[in-house]
């Protein structure tokens, strides 16, 4: 089946940039996510990516998609203590042949930012 | 704020015993999903309800059901509760539920505490 895998722990210095990966097993998805989560808090979808892009920027966030590695990344640039948080991979669960929408989430990343 | 709604924030019940989870969707929203999130399995997907029928299940016990009401709201019963059962509950909603780009807005989830 479907699985996400990603690092647990990343830690920076505020102001250098964040790169969380994430690796995918399902080489069919059509879209793959971000999201975040802070303490006590639900999920933020922070940005996905359409598996026919390779790139997407939006603001401080750029998602690289390697097809080929089935691998998925999100730098952060310019990190802020605000940025610290637990950061979710998903992508669609395409075991009911697409006709649901719920995701299939890694184990998420606990981005430290130090002052 | 994702717009979710999602009662009560935290409970407390002892082993046994039968609780249920509230989930108002979006306005608008059509799909609800539950996710529960622990710490060794991370987000895992439970059900989702598309226009109050069942449209796809995950990794749900028996013990536990849910519905979705014709004012879309949710609920989530878990019954015969085990320790195990300790996690947080997300409840997420989504225009559709079809394999197009879903966007799925989470709720701040229900903490379950079973001592």
């Known amino acids: 089946g479907e699985d996400v895998e990603q690092s647990l722990f990343l830690s920076v210095r505020e102001g250098d940039s964040s790169v969380i990966n994430c690796t995918y097993t399902d080489s069919s998805s059509t879209y793959l996510y971000w999201y975040k989560q802070e303490p006590g808090a639900g999920l933020q979808l922070l940005t996905y990516?359409?598996?026919?892009?390779d790139m997407k920027q939006d603001q401080r966030l750029t998602v690289l998609l390697n097809k080929k590695d089935k691998h998925l990344s999100l730098r952060i640039a310019d990190t802020q203590t605000g940025d610290s948080a637990i950061y979710f991979c998903?992508?669609?669960?395409?075991?009911?042949?697409?006709?649901?929408?719920?995701?299939?989430f890694g184990k998420g990343t606990k981005l430290s930012v130090k002052p | 704020d994702s717009g979710v709604t999602q009662t009560p924030k935290h409970l407390i019940t002892a082993t046994g015993q039968r609780v249920t989870l509230r989930c108002s969707p979006r306005s608008g929203d059509l799909s609800v999903y539950w996710y529960q999130q622990s710490l060794d399995q991370g987000l895992q997907f439970l059900i989702q309800y598309y226009n109050g029928e069942e449209r796809a299940k995950g990794n749900i016990l028996e013990r536990f059901s849910a519905q979705q009401f014709p004012d879309l709201h949710s609920e989530l019963n878990l019954s015969s509760l085990e320790l195990g059962d300790s996690a947080l509950y997300f409840c997420?909603?989504?225009?559709?539920?079809?394999?197009?780009?879903?966007?799925?807005?989470f709720g701040q989830g229900t903490r379950l505490t079973v001592v």
């Open positions: 997420a909603s989504s225009v559709g539920g079809s394999g197009m780009n879903t966007e799925a807005f």
């Open positions: 998903a992508e669609k669960d395409k075991n009911y042949g697409g006709s649901q929408g719920n995701l299939i």
């Open positions: 990516i359409f598996s026919n892009m």
